[in-house]
């Protein structure tokens, strides 16, 4: 079965942390996302990448970045947390473009 | 800015009803797919149509695009309690930026 797995079903950080959130696919995509999803604004694109050590920034880059050294695995890290960072984070995966995504189940994220 | 946008925001049933959820976009799409999200995890790709495609089944899910009133629906027949989820449209826009732009969801509750 195809497996998107995030590291962290829920993770409580503070104010100024840099955290890091893991995805790992098994699936071999090309193609990997970090979406956040917060109640009543839906899912949005934070960041995208298309091969490995390859990125390109969705709707809201700022305050995050990613790192793509391995094909399997799509990082995502916040510099310095701050609190409207709170969310849930999922991460997706897809082999065509952005044609029938592999969701992985979500990190709930807390900044203290 | 959102593309898809769902309705209704909310929808409740009784089991064996049949469920009816639209989604409307407002630029040209490549496709558009269908996700459903049980509360707190990862969503779970459904079906996708494509833009020269007017109507797809899968199951017990019956999905329609009509490109001219830039809209589709999603149909669940005989619901089910485990059909209990968010619904979420997301659109691939044609010729604009290369991501997929999720609806807010509706969340349907079917109660047995």
């Known amino acids: 079965d195809v497996k998107v797995t995030q590291s962290s079903r829920y993770l409580v950080k503070r104010t100024g942390e840099k955290v890091f959130l893991e995805c790992v696919q098994d699936?071999?995509?090309?193609?990997m996302f970090w979406y956040r999803q917060d109640p009543g604004l839906g899912l949005r694109l934070i960041y995208f990448?298309?091969?490995?050590?390859?990125?390109e920034k969705g709707d809201i880059p700022e305050g995050y970045s990613v790192s793509r050294e391995k094909k399997e695995r799509f990082s995502l890290i916040l510099e310095s947390a701050s609190t409207n960072q709170t969310s849930m984070y999922l991460c997706?995966?897809?082999?065509?473009?952005?044609?029938?995504?592999?969701f992985g189940s979500g990190t709930q994220l807390s900044v203290l | 800015s959102q593309q898809g946008e769902e309705d209704p925001q909310a929808l409740s049933i009784q089991e064996g009803e049949n469920a009816t959820m639209n989604c409307s976009y407002k630029?040209?799409?490549?496709?558009l797919q269908w996700y459903r999200q049980n509360s707190g995890r990862g969503l779970v790709h459904l079906i996708l149509?494509?833009?020269?495609?007017r109507e797809k089944h899968s199951g017990r899910l019956r999905v329609t695009l009509d490109t001219s009133k830039k809209s589709s629906s999603l149909l669940i027949t005989a619901s089910r309690a485990a059909d209990t989820a968010s619904y979420f449209c997301?659109?691939?826009?044609?010729?604009?930026?290369?991501?997929?732009?999720f609806g807010k969801g509706t969340k349907l509750t079917v109660n047995p």
């Open positions: 990448s298309y091969d490995v050590k390859m990125k």
């Open positions: 149509i494509r833009s020269n495609e």
């Open positions: 997301a659109t691939d826009a044609k010729g604009g930026s290369e991501k997929l732009v």
């Open positions: 997706a995966s897809g082999l065509s473009g952005h044609e029938k995504l592999f």
């Open positions: 630029t040209s799409i490549n496709n």
């Open positions: 699936m071999d995509h090309e193609n």
